[in-house]
């Protein structure tokens, strides 16, 4: 069984930047299609940024232009490059494996935590 750890995270201020790595304990090639999802406190969890085993990359309207989602299959790991962080980019990040085929399983990861505060 795959697991996801989140690493990263932190305070940074507005404007800032933060780059979160999610590695996988096994291997996640192109039949995983990879994600990011953010939880903020009193709200429900949100797609954050997607990436397809073959490199197609999807985001929420929230962080277009500011956020970058990328993976390295050699390494098993995707991340998530955050730029311009705002103090609404605070909330509890993570990583999300699904298989792409049969039987699709799906796996989360413990969540990092990102504060963006001055």
């Known amino acids: 069984q795959v697991q996801l750890v989140e690493s990263g995270g932190g305070l940074v201020q507005p404007g800032g930047s933060l780059r979160l790595s999610c590695a996988a304990s096994?291997?996640?090639?192109?039949?995983?299609?990879m994600a990011w999802h953010r939880q903020a406190p009193g709200k429900q969890r949100e797609l954050v940024a997607g990436?397809?085993?073959?490199?197609?990359?999807n985001y929420a309207d929230s962080v277009k232009g500011r956020f970058t989602i990328s993976r390295d299959n050699a390494k098993n790991t995707v991340y998530l490059q955050m730029n311009s962080l705002k103090p609404d980019d605070t909330a509890v990040y993570y990583c999300?494996?699904?298989?792409?085929?049969?039987?699709?399983?799906?796996?989360w990861g413990q969540g990092t935590q990102v504060t963006v505060s001055s």
């Open positions: 096994g291997n996640i090639d192109n039949r995983y299609a």
């Open positions: 990436i397809t085993g073959a490199g197609r990359t």
């Open positions: 999300y494996a699904r298989l792409s085929q049969a039987p699709y399983s799906s796996i």
